[in-house]
């Protein structure tokens, strides 16, 4: 028999600076728990971030802290302290949050195509 070639589990997240430099790497492992998480937690980020975009910025520490919760269970522990670091800003974290869900919720879908597409379309 041929050997199955193993599949890469993690999707890799660049972020690069204005002068094109990788800035920063965060990986999202493909487990199907992980995938839960982030469906789970994907209609509040884009609840958070339609607040944030109107300023209402009364939850500050509420949304603060949903965002660290969420990155950090996502996307490995300290994920949210790194995206902090380049971007001081919830504002700004939360639409990077937004961003890496849509991409790899899109990523995962296309991974789905293929599969179906390598079966069926010989």
Do not use: C, W
Not at 62 to 91: M, N, R, T, W
Not at 96 to 111: C, P, S, T, V
Request: charged content about 35%.
């Amino acid at each position: 028999m041929k050997p199955i070639q193993l599949k890469k589990t993690v999707i890799d997240i660049p972020f690069m600076d204005e002068k094109g430099k990788e800035a920063l790497v965060l990986h999202f492992d493909q487990s199907d728990e992980n995938i839960k998480r982030l469906y789970d937690s994907f209609d509040e980020i884009q609840s958070i971030a339609k607040k944030l975009e109107k300023e209402e910025s009364d939850n500050f520490e509420e949304i603060k802290d949903f965002l660290k919760k969420a990155i950090d269970s996502i996307f490995g522990e300290g994920s949210f302290d790194q995206l902090y670091a380049i971007s001081p800003s919830i504002q700004i974290v939360a639409v990077y949050f937004a961003q890496m869900a849509i991409g790899i919720k899109e990523e995962l879908e296309q991974e789905d195509i293929k599969s179906i597409e390598k079966k069926y379309l010989k």
